[in-house]
């Protein structure tokens, strides 16, 4: 979504005062959001389940947490790259490290599984692309990261445009 040059473009204006005054806004939106926040405590779960949670194992819908936590991973990177503060990396990092370790599945007894690997994996994904710059990002959790999003979320996608959108 986007290259260095626009971090650099936006990071010299914020620097230099001369972001516009919406930019500047939604900058300092982002600096006070929940999920940026240092005592933002993530959740990582085994299963995404959003939709029927019969045979999942779970008693009912809990993709709030991938939800949140993608959130936040997506937002620290931004402003790891805005103010270059490491705090946020490796809040990030830890976020998509941990997920990655406990998270095998998205699930569901309908399709709504598919809405949320859409939706959390491309959040996750936009955060890693953005955090892979990261020289802090050991290589073998970054390579666990990509791996995780491939064969938890890209999977999930593969079905939908495969099976669903061919049928119609």
Request: glycine share 6%; hydrophobic share 40%.
């Amino acid at each position: 979504m986007f290259n260095q040059a626009d971090f650099d473009r936006v990071k010299g204006m914020l620097n230099d005062g001369t972001a516009p005054q919406a930019v500047k806004d939604e900058f300092q939106n982002l600096k006070n959001s929940t999920y940026t926040a240092p005592g933002y405590v993530h959740n990582p779960q085994t299963k995404i389940v959003r939709g029927d949670a019969t045979g999942t194992g779970f008693p009912g819908e809990n993709y709030g947490y991938a939800m949140r936590d993608a959130a936040s991973a997506y937002q620290k990177a931004l402003l790891w790259k805005l103010t270059d503060d490491v705090q946020y990396a490796e809040a990030a990092v830890k976020i998509m490290n941990d997920w990655a370790a406990v998270c095998t599945e998205v699930a569901s007894n309908d399709a709504n599984h598919i809405l949320a690997a859409g939706c959390q994996g491309y959040t996750f994904a936009n955060a890693a692309e953005i955090m892979q710059t990261y020289n802090g990002w050991n290589a073998n959790d970054l390579a666990a990261v990509k791996s995780w999003l491939v064969r938890v979320f890209a999977s999930k996608n593969k079905d939908l445009s495969y099976i669903h959108i061919s049928e119609h």
